[in-house]
């Protein structure tokens, strides 16, 4: 091949911020960023919080800036996909019906909306919810009010959004499988709180519950029938029932998979020259000696990092603390950690959940392998530490909001 030429498959975080990585350590070779929507890469968590409230403008969504690509000398393909790749031939077939070849190929397809068969799941006013149209979509349709919403799913998306038409003057049903809403992911103590905190803004639940049939009246849907029988009144009907890893290309490539793309630490799928990163990737990480596939934004942005400096033969792997955050009502609430490793722990807490000021911690073997920060400031820092370093904590001291966090750590 006459120049090098790496080529990003997925216009999301991932992808962009693996161009971004690239240019900055200095490659000098071809790049291609395929973006399958006709949006410049964009970020997520917005578009179910500041953006969906109106607390962020449309110019504060992207990646990066509109001239960066242009002036990093990037080229960026909107509304077209890398539809086939051929790893031994190097070359990738796009929508457009152009064939690339490439020395590099990065796939980064990320995710698409989880959708269950549901009689009445196409008449209008019935949604799914991933991409910078459909918040635009919602938002327009909540921001007037006094509308009925029903939510499926009861996950940090659907309670985020939950949250958001609530906070716009809607009237929200929440299903969700689980008896207490986040308990697969934080347990029933702190699922309880967030469900208390929708409950005082007026959000009702039925759980554990499901949609049978969405009802409509002339082609739009107007109730929700669930498993029980119960008619729910629905103008508006969000189904967010979680998101499955876009692996048609991967599959079609014939790499290995198991819930997502398997690649190891420096983001290497089994085929040589191809990486993945982002909600596609299932990523062995060294901290546990195990694959996660995650879907939030932290290990996008450091895997696009770490698949860039891979690809350009750096010694780069993905070895980060997992984070995430989530904003509903008055509550800001940050987790950094290894559900894995912390699924069936008891959470010691430290502060008050009745004043909505607290910190949980999950513990293994005697050390924080994860925690959650709720309204808390300046936390970050040490809660990393204690994670990363597998450091054994005293649980009283851990639970005395008197003692600083600081100080359980060595040499302090």
């Known amino acids: 091949m006459d120049i090098e030429h790496i080529l990003i498959a997925g216009g999301g975080l991932a992808g962009a911020t693996a161009a971004k990585t690239l240019r900055s350590e200095g490659f000098q070779g071809r790049i291609t960023v395929a973006c399958a929507e006709d949006e410049q890469p964009y970020l997520r968590p917005p578009l179910s919080k500041e953006f969906l409230l109106g607390k962020a403008a449309e110019d504060t969504v992207p990646v990066l800036a509109a001239g960066w690509y242009r002036e990093n000398d990037v080229e960026l393909l909107l509304g077209e996909a890398v539809t086939?790749?051929?790893?031994?031939?190097?070359?990738?077939?796009?929508?457009?019906?152009?064939?690339?070849?490439?020395?590099?190929?990065?796939?980064?397809?990320?995710?698409?909306?989880?959708?269950?068969?549901?009689?009445?799941?196409?008449?209008?006013?019935?949604?799914?919810?991933?991409?910078?149209?459909?918040?635009?979509?919602?938002?327009?349709?909540?921001?007037?009010?006094?509308?009925?919403?029903?939510?499926?799913?009861?996950?940090?998306?659907?309670?985020?959004?939950?949250?958001?038409?609530?906070?716009?003057?809607?009237?929200?049903?929440?299903?969700?499988?689980?008896?207490?809403?986040?308990?697969?992911?934080?347990?029933?103590?702190?699922?309880?709180?967030?469900?208390?905190?929708?409950?005082?803004?007026?959000?009702?639940?039925?759980?554990?519950?499901?949609?049978?049939?969405?009802?409509?009246?002339?082609?739009?849907?107007?109730?929700?029938?669930?498993?029980?029988?119960?008619?729910?009144?629905?103008?508006?009907?969000?189904?967010?029932?979680?998101?499955v890893p876009d692996t048609a290309l991967a599959e079609a490539a014939g790499l290995d998979l198991r819930n997502g793309i398997v690649v190891d630490a420096s983001l290497r799928t089994s085929s040589p020259d191809v990486f993945a990163a982002g909600d596609v990737a299932n990523a062995l990480h060294p901290f546990t000696g195990e694959h996660h596939r995650s879907e939030h934004w932290s290990n996008a942005l450091n895997g696009g990092k770490v698949a860039a400096k891979a690809m350009l033969g750096q010694d780069a792997v993905l070895d980060v603390v997992p984070y995430f955050y989530t904003d509903q009502f008055e509550v800001s609430m940050e987790y950094w950690g290894y559900p894995t490793l912390s699924a069936g722990s008891i959470p010691v807490i430290r502060g008050s959940m009745e004043e909505d000021s607290f910190l949980a911690f999950w513990l293994r073997d005697g050390a924080v392998v994860a925690a959650m920060s709720v309204n808390q400031q300046r936390v970050q820092k040490p809660i990393k530490a204690l994670i990363s370093g597998r450091i054994p904590v005293d649980v009283d001291r851990l639970a005395d909001p008197a003692v600083p966090l600081d100080q359980l750590l060595p040499g302090t």
Not at 94 to 102: F, K, T, V
Not at 138 to 155: C, D, P, T, Y
Not at 214 to 228: D, F, L, M, Q, R
């Open 84 to 243: 086939a790749a051929d790893p031994a031939a190097h070359t990738v077939h796009m929508s457009s019906g152009a064939e690339l070849q490439y020395s590099k190929l990065l796939i980064a397809t990320g995710a698409q909306p989880r959708r269950i068969p549901l009689p009445g799941s196409d008449l209008a006013g019935v949604m799914t919810f991933r991409t910078f149209n459909d918040s635009r979509r919602l938002k327009e349709e909540l921001a007037h009010g006094g509308r009925n919403v029903v939510m499926v799913g009861s996950g940090w998306i659907g309670m985020e959004l939950a949250a958001a038409a609530s906070g716009y003057g809607n009237t929200v049903t929440l299903l969700g499988l689980e008896e207490v809403p986040l308990s697969t992911a934080i347990g029933p103590e702190l699922g309880g709180f967030f469900r208390s905190l929708h409950e005082k803004h007026g959000v009702q639940f039925r759980l554990p519950a499901s949609a049978a049939e969405i009802a409509g009246v002339g082609g739009k849907a107007s109730a929700v029938v669930t498993n029980s029988g119960e008619v729910l009144p629905a103008d508006l009907v969000v189904v967010a029932v979680g998101v």
